[in-house]
């Protein structure tokens, strides 16, 4: 079969590999436990979701992100928290763990889409892939705080995007380190998922 066969042995190392590194990238702050704001840890979930929709392509990317959340959802402890179950569901953050097979997608498809990419291509799709996953994350976050945790009546639509926000700049670094560090890796991924390799990625 050809190299676009639907599963290669290269392929499910890759994904493999980036489902592993989310669920370390998860629990970060096992080792750094200083890494929180207000109780909530910060996570590298984010930045190598979006190394998977840059490196792995839209495809390959979706499928880890896929196989990223059907793991914790079948119990093993790959979310932040070292949790895991069908519980997880209820949580209000379960979007933001949605929302990256989505943001994975989107960004393979940006990338994909410029014959050439340049590390503005990558800020782009890094940009773009972010406001995926605050739409899905925040929508989701409220409507589990409506319905699943009965949050106060003061608290609205409005308030979840402003305690959001405060999480922007932290995301935003993410993003651009995850944008600086693709480019020098692109061409190694590329070679080794058997994927036409573009000719001036900067």
Known sequence: MGPHRLFRTIDLTLIG???ALMGIGANITAWAPFLQVGGVPITLQTFFCFLSGVLLGSRRGAIAMIVYVFVGLAGVPV?????GGLGTLLSPTFGFILSFIFTAYIIGKVIEYKKRPTYKTFII????GLVFNYIIGTNYMYLALTFFVNASESFTYTGTWLVMLAYLPIDLVTIVAAAYIAPRIFHVFHKM????????VD
């Open 17 to 19: 590999m980036f489902v």
């Open 79 to 83: 979310f932040a928290g070292f949790k």
């Open 193 to 200: 998922a058997g994927m036409q390799i573009p000719k001036n």
């Open 125 to 128: 799709a890094s940009l773009v």
